[in-house]
């Protein structure tokens, strides 16, 4: 659910965190509206509201493990472990972890990409958290939940700057999924792909809506690929 449904409606940390982050048109191709968080990271009090945020939600859930999607849930998860007293596990995409990993296929808009985990970076039964910039079709905190799952994890929630509700054909079926329901959407076999694993995430936290109405009408939005 955004903030404003969070009971931070009235957080005056909000305006400020919306306004550092900046929207480049065009970028990486034309048609793209790219959700630039580069801009929140110099502003100092931004960033520390963003992160405080996420701090003040997490602190008392007893979660002992922050995971970042690479890379710019690197960003924040570290800073967020550190304040709440949990360990900070990255998840990588392939190649870039030199131990002995596990790893998650996942399917994007067009193509495929995957994640993976050290082996024993996750005990099973711990209460883990998932940390990324942007959320717009859920491909990629899917495909997280799902990896942690398999090395015995409680995934608790995933937390996210900024959320982007009704991009690509209203994709947005992170909302409220209670495990008891299935879900339906007239965005017909995508949404079904997600919804196994969605069913197991209780909630989605994004700090920032940026259905980005105030953008150009028909463009995509993006902060990465398909996240």
Not at 85 to 96: D, I, S, T, Y
Not at 145 to 162: P, T, W
């Amino acid at each position: 659910m955004f903030a404003a449904e969070n009971g931070l409606k009235s957080d005056p940390r909000l305006q400020g965190i919306s306004e550092a982050i900046r929207v480049v048109p065009h970028f990486p191709k034309q048609g793209i509206m790219f959700q630039d968080i580069t801009t929140l990271l110099l502003d100092h009090k931004a960033f520390k509201d963003t992160v405080d945020i996420f701090v003040d939600r997490y602190r008392d859930m007893n979660i002992s493990v922050v995971a970042g999607v690479e890379a710019r849930g690197f960003m924040f998860g570290p800073a967020i472990a550190l304040a709440i007293g949990a360990k900070f596990v990255p998840l990588r995409k392939p190649r870039k972890l030199p131990g002995e990993v596990i790893s998650e296929a996942y399917e994007l808009e067009y193509g495929t990409d995957c994640l993976e985990i050290h082996v024993g970076a996750v005990q099973p039964g711990e209460r883990a958290i998932v940390i990324d910039d942007l959320v717009a079709t859920g491909g990629t905190l899917s495909a997280a939940i799902s990896l942690l799952e398999r090395v015995g994890a409680e995934v608790i929630e995933c937390a996210c700057v900024i959320g982007v509700p009704d991009v690509k054909s209203n994709l947005w079926i992170m909302r409220f999924i209670p495990n008891d329901m299935p879900f339906r959407d007239s965005a017909g076999s995508m949404a079904s792909h997600f919804t196994s694993s969605w069913s197991h995430a209780k909630l989605i936290i994004a700090v920032k809506d940026r259905s980005v109405r105030m953008a150009m009408r028909g463009a995509d939005f993006a902060g990465k690929d398909d996240t």
